[in-house]
């Protein structure tokens, strides 16, 4: 039995189809040419050509799968633009006289060694990136054809490696797994397979393409990584039952992806999605989310040497407030400190940075800062449905000083007569266990929380979240922890507003009966758990919840309450 | 000409990100940029170039600007490479 490394989940079965092309580069058939004028004149149009394809293909992905996908294919445009790319290549014609395909052949295999012998993993994929061009640079030189001809039914993709480009060209409905011979979990072929749930395998050895044949029947399981090549009676049998309970659990969900998260006797919540950068916005509708439960400001802030200005920040909410339309986009305001560095602020080192000058906290000290992403907020606020929200806050004197600043910047906003919405929501992050015990306080003056249990948890239980030594600890099933995400729920709901949970445990499907029987209002979570979430939430009812949270709460260890709900999970 | 060394501090090395960043402020100078790592050079310009260098967390860069501009994009470089994230 073949076995290569897992990196998209799921079963296949399916007849063989094996794409033999070459791996090197390496066909140019006559190494050098008399007419230096002729091969550059052939490379500059093949590298027209590819950009061309690439910018058309680049749109198409934009179009089906989401701008994040489309982002590789800028990468591949980035390198036709590189001096030490095509302009190398076109020196090696001229000075050696190279025809233009030994000359993309030779530059792209330094590049693939070079990429390929350096020891970090990420950079050795970058490989497939370079073969990916280059291949496309030679089939336009050559006139070749640069589209694969794939069957009008379902295959699985055998292949010394995929590269990107081909990997988005592959017929969606047709494709029931990838297996590569090269390649590993990182590659953008992994990631791609990943993403549009495509089982597949790779990295599975160089004898994969002698032991597999186009044709034969193969099944792969993309969670364990195993390969069987023409399976007896048997083994087809157990695993097409394996596929069949799986295929149905997709279904389950792909069914309820348009229904509400509500539970068998209507009791209805929000299911919501984190979001990282706004690029994410397009595929993140396409999944079905109500909202972003939270979009984190810092992105806009890292990677750089200076800080953005009102007009940059203000252009980045509207995308996003704009690409969601009615739908809640949750927007934090900057949350850094602790380990998130920021150049531009120039923070001083601490001993304690998780208990030290970082999030609200800096917001607060630098209002001139804070004013410039307050008033870009509110400006986007006029283009879709943005809520505010403040991390950290611990005294209630912070929550009035940042609200403050924002009525400022709103009368600002009104005397230079630029539109925004009035009436925008402002919640407050419960992540400081001091402010959770005074949540009643705090609910008397904000819209509604958000539990932010990563933070809630370390501050909790004193526990570093990122001190391997004591890991251990770290449990979002702490009875402490639970009593606290309780209080603040009550004390929101007696106040009139709701509470909502954005962290790891929104999207634990162990948690969910128990967050919705503490009266959890929204869950925000990996977009990719939610489905599972919601399948949970659907078959409960809010009272079968309720009796288990009540009961949860009794309870005095983390392992008793872990075991508890799995026992009830059955 | 000016001529500089500098420990990166980007966390996770000149990944494509990065370096892209690199690039794009490279590219809108009029000057001629080298870095050097050990007796490996790249250049400026080039996404491929300073990728394939190699650079992790915490080397030293040797970077060298010949050009007009080569002031600026001195401290602009420096900054970049300095940063933390």
């Not at chain 1, 590049?111 to 390929?116: K, P, T």
């Not at chain 1, 969670?223 to 049998?237: C, H, K, M, R, Y």
């Not at chain 2, 000016?2 to 966390?11: G, L, S």
């Not at chain 2, 260098?53 to 007009?68: E, N, R």
Request: aromatic share 6%; net charge negative; with cysteine.
């Amino acid at each position: 039995m073949l076995k290569g490394i897992p990196v998209s989940a799921g079963i296949s079965i399916a007849p063989v189809l094996r794409l033999t092309h070459e791996t090197a580069i390496t066909q140019a058939e006559s190494t050098t040419s008399v007419d230096t004028t002729q091969e550059l004149g052939l490379l500059s149009k093949s590298v027209e050509q590819a950009r061309e394809q690439l910018e058309k293909l680049k749109e198409q992905t934009e179009e089906q799968l989401g701008s994040e996908k489309a982002a590789i294919l800028s990468a591949h445009i980035a390198f036709l633009d590189d001096p030490a790319f095509v302009g190398e290549m076109s020196a090696l014609i001229e000075n050696q006289q190279l025809a233009a395909s030994a000359a993309v052949s030779q530059v792209a295999d330094q590049f693939i060694a070079l990429f390929e012998s350096m020891d970090d993993a990420y950079m050795k994929e970058r490989a497939d990136d370079i073969r990916d061009v280059s291949r496309r640079l030679i089939r336009n030189i050559s006139g070749g054809d640069t589209v694969i001809s794939y069957p009008e039914e379902p295959f699985i993709l055998v292949a010394w490696d995929v590269t990107p480009s081909e990997t988005l060209q592959l017929p969606l409905q047709h494709v029931r797994g990838i297996v590569t011979a090269k390649g590993g979990a990182t590659s953008h072929a992994a990631i791609l397979a990943r993403s549009l749930g495509i089982p597949a395998v790779m990295g599975a050895g160089d004898t994969l393409m002698e032991k597999v044949d186009s044709g034969s029947l193969l099944i792969i399981d993309g969670t364990t990584g195993q390969l069987i090549v023409s399976p007896d009676a048997d083994t087809l049998a157990t695993y097409q039952e394996k596929a069949a309970q799986e295929e149905k659990e997709r279904q389950l969900y792909e069914a309820i992806k348009e229904l509400p998260a509500e539970t068998t006797d209507g009791h209805r919540v929000h299911l919501m999605a984190n979001m990282a950068v706004p690029e994410e916005s397009d595929a993140l509708i396409a999944s079905g989310v109500e909202g972003i439960g939270l979009f984190r400001s810092e992105f806009l802030f890292m990677d750089r040497s200076t800080l953005p200005d009102e007009n940059e920040q203000f252009a980045a909410y509207k995308h996003v407030a704009a690409a969601f339309g009615d739908k809640p986009v949750i927007i934090r305001t900057l949350d850094v400190g602790g380990d998130k560095h920021l150049p531009a602020l120039a923070l001083p080192q601490e001993e304690n940075p998780f208990l030290g000058f970082r999030a609200m906290r800096i917001s607060l000290a630098r209002p001139e800062l804070f004013l410039v992403q307050l008033r870009a907020l509110l400006r986007a606020s006029a283009f879709g449905r943005l809520l505010i929200m403040f991390p950290m806050i611990s005294h209630l004197e912070q929550l009035r000083e940042a609200k403050r600043l924002l009525e400022q910047a709103k009368a600002e906003l009104r005397a230079e007569g630029i539109a925004f919405d009035e009436k925008i929501a402002v919640g407050m992050m419960m992540e400081i266990p001091g402010a959770c015990l005074q949540a009643d306080a705090f609910a008397k003056e904000v819209d509604f929380f958000s539990i932010g249990t990563n933070d809630l948890v370390q501050y909790t239980l004193a526990v570093d979240r990122m001190n391997a030594n004591i890991a251990e600890l770290y449990s979002y099933y702490h009875p402490a922890v639970l009593r606290l995400i309780s209080q603040v729920i009550e004390a929101s709901h007696r106040a009139g507003i709701w509470t909502g949970l954005c962290g790891e445990m929104a999207g634990d499907p162990l948690a969910t009966k128990l967050l919705l029987g503490l009266g959890l209002d929204e869950f925000s979570g990996a977009a990719s758990v939610m489905p599972k979430v919601k399948e949970r939430i659907r078959s409960t009812s809010v009272e079968e919840a309720k009796q288990l949270a009540k009961h949860v709460l009794t309870l005095s260890t983390v392992d008793e309450v872990v075991q508890y709900l799995k026992d009830k999970a059955l | 000409m000016v001529q500089f060394e500098v420990t990166v501090n980007v966390e996770g090395g000149l990944h494509a990100r990065p370096a892209a960043l690199l690039v794009n402020c490279s590219s809108q100078s009029q000057s001629k940029i080298t870095l050097s790592k050990g007796t490996k050079h790249a250049d400026g310009k080039s996404i491929l170039g300073i990728m394939t260098l190699g650079v992790s967390q915490g080397d030293t860069l040797t970077v060298q600007i010949d050009g007009a501009d080569e002031q600026n994009v001195a401290t602009a470089i420096q900054q970049l490479l300095e940063q933390s994230s």
